[in-house]
C-alpha cells in the first residue's frame, strides 16, 4: 500500500509538469493621459469594464429611435455578423476536440470473415480455412506527464476566447458603419433641401433675368449667368441624390435586406451633437475586444511553445484491448473466447545533436518547437501594433472631434455673414448699384458656406461615432 500511495504521488507530479513559459502581458508604455483630449470637469467618465462579448447599445446616446430600429436589425440579419459567429461556435467545437484528449478513448470493434491461409507457408497451420468471428473494444488513455495535453487545450480554449473577442468587435465595427452610413445620410438630406431651395430661388432669379432682359433692363450677359447658375445648382442637387442612394443601398445591405426592398424612414429628429468623455489610456485595453482578442492570441501561442517542448520526451500510454474471438458465432459470446491485453506503451523519438538527428528526426521536433515559438513572437508583435493602432484612432477621432467643434463655430458665423451679405447684394442689384455678376458671386458664397456648415457638422457627428468605436463603445456623454 506504501509503495501504491508512493507511485500515485510521483504519477501527480509528473502530470503536474508544463514546459510551457510562465505568461505575461506583453508590456506596452501606456500614457497617463490621452494628447488630444481636453476634458472638462462637468464630464462624466465611464466606468471601465473588461472587454465584452456583446455589444452594448451605444448607439442610444444619439437619441435617434430610426438609428435604434436599424441598429437593432444588424444583430439579427447582418450576413457578416452571422459569419462571425459561425467562426466562434466552430471554435469552440475545437476546443471541445481538444478537451476530449484529458479522457480516455474507448472504440468498438467488431469483425466477421472467413479465411484462407496459405498451405505453403513455413509452418502451416491445421485447419486453414475457417471463419473468424470478433467482438471487442480497444481502450486508450494519454498519461499527460508533460503536460502536452493540457497546453494543447489551452491553446485551443484561448483561441476560442480570441474567437468571442472577434465576433465582438466585428459586431462592434458594423453597427458603427451602420450609424457613419445613416448620418452621412442625414447629412446628404440635409444638403439636399438646401440645394433643392437653392435651384426654386435660382429658377425664379433666372426668369425674372430674362424677362428684365426682354424689357431692356439688363444685358444678355446677366440672363446667361443666372442660367448658369441654375444649371451649376441642379448638377450639385443631382449628385447629391447620388450619394443618398448609394448610402440607402449600403444602410440595406447592412441590415440584411435586398435595396430594391427597402426604403430609409423619414428622420424623426434633427441631428445630435454630443460631447463623449474617454476613460483614462489604461483602461483602453480593457475595452476594446480585437485587444483582447490579440492577447489571447499570445496565450495560445506561449501554450502552442509546451505542446511543442513536450513533443521531445516520451510519451506515455495505457493500452487495453479486451474482446470475444471464435470460429463460431454459437460460441461467441463465452469464457473461452475471451481475449484481453493490458499494459502501457511508451513512445520516444531520439534525439541527439549530432549527425544522429539527421538519421532518427531529421531536425522535425527542434523545427516545430521553432515554428512555435516564432508563432509567438508574431502573436506578440500583432498585440502590440493592435495597441498602437487602437491609440492612434482614440487620439485621430479626439482630435476630430475637439476640431470640428470649433470649425462648427467658425463656419455657422460664416454662413450668418453669408446670408447677410446675399440679402445686401440683393438690394443693391434691385436698386441697380450693382450687376447681376456681383449678385451671382455673394449667392455662390452663401450655398458654398451653408454647405460647407452641414458637411461639418455631419463630420463631427461621425467622429463621435468613430471615437466611441475606438473606445470599445464605452463613453461618458453629454450632449451639446
Given at each position: 500500500?506504501?509503495?501504491?500511495?508512493?507511485?500515485?504521488?510521483?504519477?501527480?507530479?509528473?502530470?503536474?509538469?508544463?514546459?510551457?513559459?510562465?505568461?505575461?502581458?506583453?508590456?506596452?508604455?501606456?500614457?497617463?493621459?490621452?494628447?488630444?483630449?481636453?476634458?472638462?470637469?462637468?464630464?462624466?467618465?465611464?466606468?471601465?469594464?473588461?472587454?465584452?462579448?456583446?455589444?452594448?447599445?451605444?448607439?442610444?446616446?444619439?437619441?435617434?429611435?430610426?438609428?435604434?430600429?436599424?441598429?437593432?436589425?444588424?444583430?439579427?440579419?447582418?450576413?457578416?455578423?452571422?459569419?462571425?459567429?459561425?467562426?466562434?461556435?466552430?471554435?469552440?467545437?475545437?476546443?471541445?476536440?481538444?478537451?476530449?484528449?484529458?479522457?480516455?478513448?474507448?472504440?468498438?470493434?467488431?469483425?466477421?470473415?472467413?479465411?484462407?491461409?496459405?498451405?505453403?507457408?513455413?509452418?502451416?497451420?491445421?485447419?486453414?480455412?475457417?471463419?473468424?468471428?470478433?467482438?471487442?473494444?480497444?481502450?486508450?488513455?494519454?498519461?499527460?506527464?508533460?503536460?502536452?495535453?493540457?497546453?494543447?487545450?489551452?491553446?485551443s480554449e484561448e483561441r476560442a476566447q480570441a474567437s468571442a473577442f472577434d465576433l465582438?468587435?466585428?459586431?462592434?465595427?458594423?453597427?458603427?458603419?451602420?450609424?457613419?452610413?445613416?448620418?452621412?445620410?442625414?447629412?446628404?438630406?440635409?444638403?439636399?433641401?438646401?440645394?433643392?431651395?437653392?435651384?426654386?430661388?435660382?429658377?425664379?432669379?433666372?426668369?425674372?433675368?430674362?424677362?428684365?432682359?426682354?424689357?431692356?433692363?439688363?444685358?444678355?450677359?446677366?440672363?446667361?449667368?443666372?442660367?448658369?447658375?441654375?444649371?451649376?445648382?441642379?448638377?450639385?442637387?443631382?449628385?447629391?441624390?447620388?450619394?443618398?442612394?448609394?448610402?440607402?443601398?449600403?444602410?440595406?445591405?447592412?441590415?440584411?435586406?435586398?435595396?430594391?426592398?427597402?426604403?430609409?424612414?423619414?428622420?424623426?429628429?434633427?441631428?445630435?451633437?454630443?460631447?463623449?468623455?474617454?476613460?483614462?489610456?489604461?483602461?483602453?485595453?480593457?475595452?476594446?475586444?480585437?485587444?483582447?482578442?490579440?492577447?489571447?492570441?499570445?496565450?495560445?501561442?506561449?501554450?502552442?511553445?509546451?505542446?511543442?517542448?513536450?513533443?521531445?520526451?516520451?510519451?506515455?500510454?495505457?493500452v487495453a484491448i479486451s474482446g470475444f474471438e471464435s470460429a463460431k458465432i454459437s460460441?461467441?459470446?463465452?469464457?473461452?473466447?475471451?481475449?484481453?491485453?493490458?499494459?502501457?506503451?511508451?513512445?520516444?523519438?531520439?534525439?541527439?545533436?549530432?549527425v544522429t538527428q539527421v538519421l532518427i528526426d531529421g531536425g522535425r521536433l527542434r523545427?516545430?518547437?521553432?515554428?512555435?515559438?516564432?508563432?509567438?513572437?508574431?502573436?506578440?508583435?500583432?498585440?502590440?501594433?493592435?495597441?498602437?493602432?487602437?491609440?492612434?484612432?482614440?487620439?485621430?477621432?479626439?482630435?476630430?472631434?475637439?476640431?470640428?467643434?470649433?470649425?462648427?463655430?467658425?463656419?455657422?458665423?460664416?454662413?450668418?455673414?453669408?446670408?447677410?451679405?446675399?440679402?445686401?447684394?440683393?438690394?443693391?442689384?434691385?436698386?441697380?448699384?450693382?450687376?447681376?455678376?456681383?449678385?451671382?458671386?455673394?449667392?455662390?458664397?452663401?450655398?458654398?458656406?451653408?454647405?460647407?456648415?452641414?458637411?461639418?457638422?455631419?463630420?463631427?457627428?461621425?467622429?463621435?461615432?468613430?471615437?466611441?468605436?475606438?473606445?470599445?463603445?464605452?463613453?461618458?456623454?453629454?450632449?451639446?
Amino acid at each position: 500500500m506504501k509503495k501504491l500511495i508512493v507511485i500515485e504521488i510521483f504519477a501527480l507530479l509528473l502530470t503536474a509538469c508544463s514546459f510551457a513559459p510562465k505568461y505575461q502581458c506583453p508590456p506596452m508604455p501606456i500614457p497617463a493621459q490621452y494628447k488630444e483630449y481636453k476634458g472638462s470637469e462637468k464630464w462624466v467618465l465611464a466606468k471601465a469594464m473588461p472587454p465584452s462579448k456583446r455589444c452594448e447599445p451605444w448607439w442610444e446616446l444619439f437619441d435617434d429611435p430610426v438609428l435604434n430600429q436599424l441598429e437593432a436589425k444588424v444583430i439579427c440579419a447582418n450576413q457578416n455578423l452571422q459569419v462571425a459567429y459561425a467562426r466562434y461556435k466552430e471554435a469552440r467545437a475545437a476546443a471541445d476536440v481538444a478537451r476530449a484528449a484529458y479522457y480516455p478513448q474507448l472504440i468498438g470493434v467488431g469483425n466477421v470473415d472467413r479465411q484462407q491461409v496459405s498451405h505453403n507457408v513455413a509452418n502451416p497451420q491445421p485447419v486453414n480455412l475457417f471463419n473468424d468471428f470478433l467482438i471487442g473494444a480497444d481502450l486508450s488513455y494519454e498519461v499527460d506527464v508533460w503536460g502536452r495535453v493540457r497546453n494543447a487545450v489551452a491553446a485551443s480554449e484561448e483561441r476560442a476566447q480570441a474567437s468571442a473577442f472577434d465576433l465582438a468587435a466585428v459586431d462592434l465595427s458594423l453597427h458603427a458603419e451602420l450609424a457613419n452610413d445613416y448620418f452621412a445620410l442625414r447629412g446628404d438630406e440635409l444638403a439636399q433641401c438646401v440645394l433643392d431651395e437653392t435651384v426654386i430661388a435660382y429658377q425664379k432669379a433666372w426668369y425674372l433675368t430674362k424677362k428684365r432682359h426682354e424689357g431692356g433692363r439688363v444685358s444678355e450677359a446677366d440672363v446667361d449667368e443666372a442660367e448658369t447658375q441654375l444649371e451649376n445648382a441642379k448638377t450639385l442637387a443631382t449628385d447629391m441624390r447620388l450619394k443618398r442612394a448609394q448610402l440607402e443601398h449600403a444602410i440595406s445591405v447592412l441590415i440584411g435586406e435586398i435595396p430594391a426592398n427597402f426604403v430609409m424612414p423619414k428622420a424623426q429628429c434633427s441631428m445630435t451633437l454630443i460631447k463623449l468623455s474617454p476613460n483614462l489610456p489604461s483602461t483602453l485595453l480593457e475595452c476594446r475586444p480585437d485587444i483582447a482578442a490579440a492577447e489571447q492570441r499570445v496565450k495560445a501561442a506561449n501554450a502552442d511553445i509546451g505542446v511543442a517542448r513536450a513533443a521531445f520526451y516520451p510519451d506515455f500510454n495505457l493500452v487495453a484491448i479486451s474482446g470475444f474471438e471464435s470460429a463460431k458465432i454459437s460460441n461467441l459470446i463465452s469464457k473461452p473466447s475471451l481475449f484481453w491485453s493490458l499494459g502501457p506503451a511508451v513512445a520516444l523519438t531520439l534525439i541527439q545533436p549530432t549527425v544522429t538527428q539527421v538519421l532518427i528526426d531529421g531536425g522535425r521536433l527542434r523545427g516545430l518547437l521553432n515554428q512555435a515559438t516564432a508563432s509567438y513572437h508574431q502573436a506578440v508583435a500583432t498585440y502590440r501594433q493592435t495597441v498602437l493602432t487602437a491609440f492612434q484612432e482614440v487620439e485621430d477621432n479626439l482630435v476630430a472631434v475637439r476640431r470640428l467643434n470649433q470649425e462648427n463655430g467658425t463656419q455657422t458665423a460664416a454662413t450668418a455673414a453669408a446670408k447677410r451679405a446675399l440679402i445686401q447684394a440683393q438690394y443693391r442689384y434691385r436698386g441697380g448699384i450693382s450687376t447681376f455678376l456681383d449678385v451671382v458671386v455673394v449667392e455662390n458664397a452663401a450655398l458654398q458656406a451653408e454647405l460647407a456648415s452641414i458637411d461639418i457638422r455631419t463630420r463631427r457627428q461621425l467622429a463621435s461615432v468613430q471615437l466611441i468605436k475606438a473606445l470599445g463603445g464605452r463613453v461618458g456623454v453629454n450632449r451639446y
